[in-house]
């Protein structure tokens, strides 16, 4: 029959093309088996040798170090539901002080502008910036402007940043991230930590393909790609930058640090620091000791590596979704940086350029060999299971060297499997170990259909860096309750009816230059020190409690050292079986509570208590004016009844000040900037106004300003008993009363 002759046809020159996709396949195969022996003679010679000399480092290695101040830069485009979870879940869990958050948003995306202000209102540490264009625009714009809103952070905060980290609004952070980047930076220009996926239930290979990918690229190909040619890729995530580079970056690009063009921008950025000479590392750090063992841990996972500092995040599930985020990598990684970066003139920085791009040539030839395999079972089959069929030759037959290929390419394969499931069980357990057999199949299609996205854009585009941003969806874990924003002071007094509207409208028109709003309230006589304390309380979703800071003993005292106390303006108030109760005037965010737990080695809460209490406490149990105030607690009742004496000590307390909050009412600084002065001063031990003036900060006059308000705005005792002794001149809020 005529058709024979075709499909003989058809599978001589199926025996061409398989030919050359064995020599492609094997070819790609001993490279990665390069990579595979490298990577094992390397952990051998480690373990043989370096860790018999020297110990491995350790989490307390980590906690030794004081804390450099770390930007966090996060882009963030229609990310609502998403960027408020992860900005909270950072705020909450990193176990870290001495950092600030920076989110990206655009001027014509308000949702996720809503959503940051909900957390800048609960965290003084996050802080939104608007870009200048509307989006989407590239997530090199977006940072540029985040980059440009730190540094006039910085300028009015007074300090310099460390470590600029790169993150999306979707990841999970690790609480250690912070302290590896503070123990690496200055050493290290860029720092790279590893990226984990979140597993999503094993049918869905779409998402988990990426767990398989990242734990053996990450696990592996990384290490030692840095240990050969000390060149790590940025991720775009878990990256940090030391000043030094992100200078370097800025001086490079005429004040451009990210390159707006790039689809990568953070895989250009590796590149780009590496031929500046800059110092890169891929760094995996366990929290857990080499021969750690997990109860309930999944069978086959080990717990030393399951502990790896790291960033977790969700990857599309969908396949669509997928496609278009690897073929967003692909056309920046392979063509943008083909023509954009060129070659090195270092041949091992070539090898693994070439490593990074052979994907253009690999994933095709994956493919087309997987659709080889298909028609030939599909003619076995059709040999074994039609009676009387045509008995077509082997395209093996008489080809010794497609049998060698084939053979070499199988055992590879096999190696292939087994580093795959090595990888994938030491951090997620062997029962995702086995799955990733399966989904190498799937992996497969998806990057063959994203390569063929990006090649038909890069030919349909003039310019291969105009090529569109196109964005991925992002999930994020659920964390339970969600904070939400914080309701105005006013509002609150008046829905408790603490003063009416008309009171508030007209204390908000006339300020009390010095003040903010509930000490204005509270110097004007309009609402007590109990009622600012019950509505702060409502506000911060937090206690309140009346508290008497003169009650407490040496002993309660001495549970909080005066460095702790001072800088956190809280008062140990009582202890309970396991923790620290302590006493605020205002709102104690999350990140200051845990640090203060870290510092004191315990746990703590807080309730609110009357305006003034903690401040006088702090004068007299820990300040350089404790006897002063003792001895005014002292004349308070020498010439006064017990009642009187107590109502004036009470308006005295009520009417105490703290610099730092006379210097924010006046516009000197603002809360977000006077938190990092503070943890600044903190390691001085210099007062607030003198440190502040020694940095730049603050000029003398604006000291003296802030100090003559705080003593005419602060009654004294001297002040309050020239209502009660004859012959004193008063007019203090008891001259009426007495």
């Given amino acids: 029959m005529w058709w024979v002759d075709y499909v003989s046809s058809y599978l001589y020159g199926l025996k061409s093309v398989a030919l050359a ?52 830069m996060v882009p963030a485009w229609q990310e609502h539901g998403v960027i408020d979870r992860m900005a909270e879940l950072a705020a909450t869990t990193l176990d870290y002080e001495n950092y600030h958050i920076f989110v990206g948003t655009y001027p014509n995306d308000p949702q996720t502008q809503s959503d940051v202000e909900k957390v800048c209102a609960r965290f003084p540490n996050v802080h939104k910036v608007v870009g200048a264009r509307d989006g989407p625009t590239s997530k090199a714009d977006c940072l540029n402007n985040v980059l440009d809103a730190i540094f006039q952070f910085e300028r009015r905060a007074g300090i310099h940043f460390e470590g600029f980290i790169l993150h999306d609004s979707e990841d999970v952070l690790s609480p250690m991230e912070l302290r590896v980047f503070n123990h690496l930076v200055g050493r290290k220009d860029l720092i790279q930590l590893p990226v984990y996926p979140l597993p999503r239930p094993w049918t869905d290979f779409t998402s988990c393909h990426y767990l398989d990918e990242f734990a053996e690229s990450h696990g592996k190909d990384l290490l030692v790609r840095e240990a050969l040619v000390g060149q790590v890729p940025s ?11 992100v200078m370097a970056l800025l001086s490079h690009g005429k004040g451009i640090a990210f390159d707006v063009k790039s689809l990568t921008e953070d895989y250009d950025i590796g590149l780009r620091l590496k031929g500046m000479g800059m110092q890169e590392v891929f760094v995996r750090f366990p929290m857990k000791p080499h021969h750690a063992r997990d109860a309930g841990a999944p069978l086959g996972q080990n717990a030393r590596e399951a502990s790896t500092v790291c960033v977790r995040e969700y990857f599309p599930s969908v396949a669509r979704a997928a496609i278009r985020q690897k073929s967003r990598w692909i056309i920046g990684i392979i063509y943008q940086g083909t023509k954009t ?13 070439w490593r990074d791009r052979k994907g253009v040539i690999t994933n095709f030839a994956g493919m087309l060999a997987t659709l080889v395999l298909l028609q030939l079972v599909a003619l076995w089959l059709y040999q074994r299971l039609v009676t009387d069929s045509y008995q077509f030759l082997s395209i093996f037959e008489d080809s010794a060297w497609l049998t060698l290929l084939l053979v070499s390419n199988l055992v590879l394969l096999c190696n292939r499997a087994v580093q795959r499931i090595y990888f994938v069980s030491s951090y997620y357990g062997i029962r995702q170990g086995l799955l990733s057999l399966p989904r190498m199949a799937w992996g497969n299609v998806i990057n063959f259909f994203a390569n063929w996205r990006a090649l038909m854009q890069t030919l349909q585009a003039q310019d291969v860096r105009r090529i569109a941003w196109a964005k991925t969806e992002h999930d994020f874990p659920t964390l339970g309750d969600e904070g939400g924003a914080r309701e105005p002071l006013g509002q609150i007094l008046v829905a408790q009816s603490a ?8 204390a908000l028109a006339e300020p009390v230059p010095g003040l903010r709003l509930g000490a204005m309230l509270v110097h004007r006589g309009l609402v007590t020190p109990e009622q600012l304390a019950q509505a702060v309380a409502t506000q911060s979703r937090a206690d309140w409690e009346p508290f008497d800071s003169r009650q407490l003993g040496p002993e309660l005292v001495a549970c909080v050292p005066a460095a702790v106390a001072l800088h956190y303006a809280v008062l140990p108030m009582r202890q309970t079986e396991d923790t620290l109760v302590l006493a605020c005037e205002s709102y104690l965010d999350p990140v200051s509570l845990a640090a203060i737990a870290r510092k004191l080695d315990r746990k703590v809460s807080y309730v609110i208590v009357p305006k003034g209490e903690v401040t006088v406490g702090l004068r007299r149990w820990y300040g350089r004016d404790g006897d002063l105030v003792a001895a005014d607690a002292g004349r308070g009742g020498v010439h006064a009844t017990p009642q009187t004496a107590a109502l004036m000590w009470r308006v005295y307390v009520g009417g105490q000040l ?13 809360p977000a900037a ?18 502040m003036v020694a940095r730049g900060l603050l000029t003398p006059q604006a000291l003296d300003e802030a100090l003559a308000l705080q003593r005419s705005l602060q009654p004294s005792i001297d002040t309050l008993l020239g209502g009660l002794v004859p012959g004193r001149v008063g007019s203090g809020p008891l001259a009426t009363e007495a």
């Avoid at 991720?235 to 580079?245: I, N, P, W």
């Avoid at 003063?499 to 007209?506: A, G, I, K, P, V």
């Avoid at 703290?658 to 603002?670: N, S």
């Avoid at 006077?674 to 440190?691: D, P, W, Y």
């Fill in 235 to 245: 991720a775009g995530v878990g990256t940090c930058f030391s000043r030094k580079a």
């Fill in 499 to 506: 003063l009416t509207q008309e009171q508030l409208d007209e």
């Fill in 21 to 72: 996709l064995a020599v492609i396949i094997l070819v790609s195969s001993l490279d990665d088996l390069f990579i595979d022996l490298a990577y094992w003679c390397r952990r051998l010679w480690r373990s043989a040798t370096i860790y018999r000399r020297h110990a491995r480092a350790r989490p307390a290695d980590l906690q030794a170090r004081d804390e450099k101040p770390m930007a966090i």
């Fill in 658 to 670: 703290l610099l730092g909050d006379i210097l924010c009412a006046l516009g000197h600084v603002d």
């Fill in 674 to 691: 006077l938190k990092s002065v503070l943890i600044q001063r903190a390691k001085t031990g210099q007062r607030l106004g003198e440190f």
């Fill in 341 to 353: 970066m060129g070659w090195s003139r270092h041949w091992g920085l070539n090898y693994f350029l």
